[in-house]
T-cell receptor
Framework: GAVVSQHPSWVICKSGTSVKIECRSL??????MFWYRQFPKQSLMLMAT?????????EQGVEKDKFLINHASLTLSTLTVTSAHPEDSSFYIC?????????FGPGTRLTVL | DAKTTQPNSMESNEEEPVHLPCNHS???????IHWYRQLPSQGPEYVIH???SNVNNRMASLAIAEDRKSSTLILHRATLRDAAVYYC?????????????FGKGTLLTVNP
């Protein structure tokens, strides 16, 4: 139980384009989901908290107009990286809260050329 | 959330037990101790969590010191698939803040 999926698992895009990443809780409903970013050899950094039916809460230093988060249903949250640039290349990981525990997706590797 | 301190790296041999330590001297009475691990190029995986009593599950055991200022994650028989970064995280049980703050964790290497 408590499985979280992400799609796509990897994506390569050109600079200036937008990329959407999906996060789904497969066997439970999640009112709260989280988006993290991880650069090579570094730990996970929380970008934002996504609550179903309301606006996301962004961490300090994360541009909300660049990283658009939508949590329209209890099983789906999406992260859109708008006008992507090479410095946005990273490993993006989502998690979904169930009871007192977070369950993580497998991650999405974004490469911006 | 209170801070945790873990060794940067540890090494073990296959099929031997591994004890991964975590210090959390500023832990509060309502902080749960959570352990996650992250295999290369994957998202973190929940391992175990506890409050005061020792906990066991199919993956590992969690031993919590009586004063709760430290804890130890125990892998009873390490396998090559246990090579990962292990994160010890404190999570307050109160309020609506469900965020997890990841530190650097411990990189566990398992030798065949």
């Amino acid at each position: 139980g408590a499985v979280v999926s992400q799609h796509p698992s990897w994506v390569i895009c050109k600079s200036g384009t937008s990329v959407k990443i999906e996060c789904r809780s497969l066997d439970f409903q999640a009112t709260t989901m989280f988006w993290y970013r991880q650069f090579p050899k570094q730990s996970l950094m929380l970008m934002a908290t996504s609550n179903e039916g309301s606006k996301a809460t962004y961490e300090q230093g994360v541009e909300k107009d660049k990283f658009l988060i939508n949590h329209a249903s209890l099983t789906l949250s999406t992260l859109t990286v708008t006008s992507a640039h090479p410095e946005d290349s990273s490993f993006y990981i989502c998690s979904a809260r169930w009871a007192d525990t977070q369950y993580f997706g497998p991650g999405t590797r974004l490469t911006v050329l | 959330d209170a801070k945790t301190t873990q060794p940067n790296s540890m090494e073990s041999n296959e099929e031997e037990p591994v004890h991964l330590p975590c210090n959390h001297s500023t832990i509060s009475g309502t902080d749960y101790i959570h352990w996650y691990r992250q295999l290369p190029s994957q998202g973190p995986e929940y391992v175990i969590h506890g409050l005061t009593s020792n906990v066991n599950n199919r993956m590992a055991s969690l031993a919590i010191a009586e004063d709760r200022k430290s804890s130890t994650l125990i892998l009873h028989r390490a396998t090559l698939r246990d090579a990962a970064v292990y994160y010890c995280i404190l999570k307050n049980s109160g309020g609506s803040n469900y965020k997890l703050t990841f530190g650097k964790g411990t990189l566990l290497t398992v030798n065949p």
